[in-house]
T-cell receptor, first 113, second 113 residues
Framework: AQSVSQHNHHVILSEAASLELGCNYS??????LFWYVQYPGQHLQLLLK??????LVKGIKGFEAEFIKSKFSFNLRKPSVQWSDTAEYFC???????????FGKGTTLSVSS | EAGVAQSPRYKIIEKRQSVAFWCNPI?????LYWYQQILGQGPKLLIQ????????DSQLPKDRFSAERLKGVDSTLKIQPAKLEDSAVYLC???????????FGEGSRLTVL
């Protein structure tokens, strides 16, 4: 069955610390990969996406993610987090046939100033 | 550009009562999704529409949940009768092309007592 696994449920960091959130997926065939973010009191929004090409993709606010096909992973990274990065982060996958997104359970990131 | 509109934002009902949620997608977006997000979990797809046709409703509990998108624009999700385990946030999303880039509404939070 198709699934997405996020390794960390809750991550607590101090400002300027580096961030890496793990994401592994189980999905047959070619995939599109996404990270969505939900800031407190706001709706879910797209952070970054991978369709094809360069496996290192850059998103908004200094975030990046690396697709490693052999490991079925799409980890999210940021070199230096800010207090404003406090949010819930969701990894998601869909097949290129137009099937709907499958989400992971999410990781709550708390950044202290 | 107006975003995805949902109403009501909050609803409290007793078990066995009925409830309906409304969603108006971004203008021109042919694909509309309803997701259920239970506390501590990622969004789970309930139903996907392409224009006014159903693409995927495999995870919709059809004995109590129904959804329609009669004119291919706005959509209604109904629960009748509600159970305690239906307490969740119901998210509506739309997309221009079915690639996984979704635009989400603020969600409708349902509490069933």
């Amino acid at each position: 069955a198709q699934s997405v696994s996020q390794h960390n449920h809750h991550v607590i960091l101090s400002e300027a610390a580096s961030l890496e959130l793990g994401c592994n997926y189980s999905y047959g065939g070619t995939v599109n990969l996404f990270w969505y973010v939900q800031y407190p009191g706001q709706h879910l929004q797209l952070l970054l996406k991978y369709f094809s090409g360069d496996p290192l993709v850059k998103g908004i606010k200094g975030f990046e993610a690396e697709f490693i096909k052999s490991k079925f992973s799409f980890n999210l990274r940021k070199p230096s987090v800010q207090w404003s990065d406090t949010a819930e982060y969701f990894c998601a996958v869909t097949g290129q046939a137009g099937t709907a997104l499958i989400f992971g359970k999410g990781t709550t990131l708390s950044v202290s100033s | 550009e107006a975003g995805v509109a949902q109403s009501p934002r909050y609803k409290i009902i007793e078990k066995r009562q009925s409830v309906a949620f409304w969603c108006n997608p971004i203008s021109g977006h042919a694909t509309l999704y309803w997701y259920q997000q239970i506390l501590g979990q990622g969004p789970k797809l309930l139903i996907q529409f392409q224009n006014n046709g159903v693409v995927d409703d495999s995870q919709l509990p059809k004995d109590r949940f129904s959804a329609e998108r009669l004119k291919g624009v706005d959509s209604t999700l109904k629960i009748q009768p509600a159970k305690l385990e239906d307490s969740a946030v119901y998210l509506c999303a739309s997309s221009l092309q079915n690639t996984g880039e979704l635009f989400f509404g603020e969600g409708s939070r349902l509490t069933v007592l």
